[in-house]
């Protein structure tokens, strides 16, 4: 079966950094547009950034832009979110995403993408 597991997240401080990890199983990687998305508390789904297949392409947020970096291994299976210089409002579960269509690479497929993983909790705090 499909399967999406996050890894990574944790504690960090204002001005650190993190980086998840997504481990793909069950699906053909590299033929699925990953993308990353986070939900903080109280607040609704938030697209993060998004990869082509071959990580020929990536996009971010403007909210992470210069901050997060998305990458991808195929032959591992694996999504990557480098986070720099992490903010207290980066503070959100995580989420990895893959979907066929190229359009989820810029979050225009909001939830309806195809698989989901569980989630990874970031929290930033002095």
């Known amino acids: 079966q499909v399967q999406l597991v996050e890894s990574g997240g944790g504690l960090a401080q204002p001005g650190g950094s993190l980086r998840l990890s997504c481990a793909a199983s069950?699906?053909?990687?590299?033929?699925?547009?990953m993308s990353w998305a986070r939900q903080a508390p109280g607040k609704g789904l938030e697209w993060v950034s998004g990869?082509?297949?071959?990580?020929?392409?990536?996009y971010y947020a403007d909210s992470v832009k210069g901050r997060f970096t998305i990458s991808r291994d195929n032959a591992k299976n694996t999504l990557y979110l480098q986070m720099n210089s992490l903010k207290p409002e980066d503070t959100a579960v995580y989420y990895c995403?893959?979907?066929?269509?190229?359009?989820?690479?810029?979050?225009?497929?909001?939830?309806?993408?195809?698989?989901w993983g569980e989630g990874t909790l970031v929290t930033v705090s002095p």
């Open positions: 990869i082509y297949t071959d990580g020929s392409g990536t």
């Open positions: 995403a893959a979907d066929r269509s190229v359009a989820a690479v810029t979050g225009s497929r909001g939830s309806r993408v195809d698989y």
């Open positions: 069950g699906f053909t990687f590299s033929s699925y547009v």
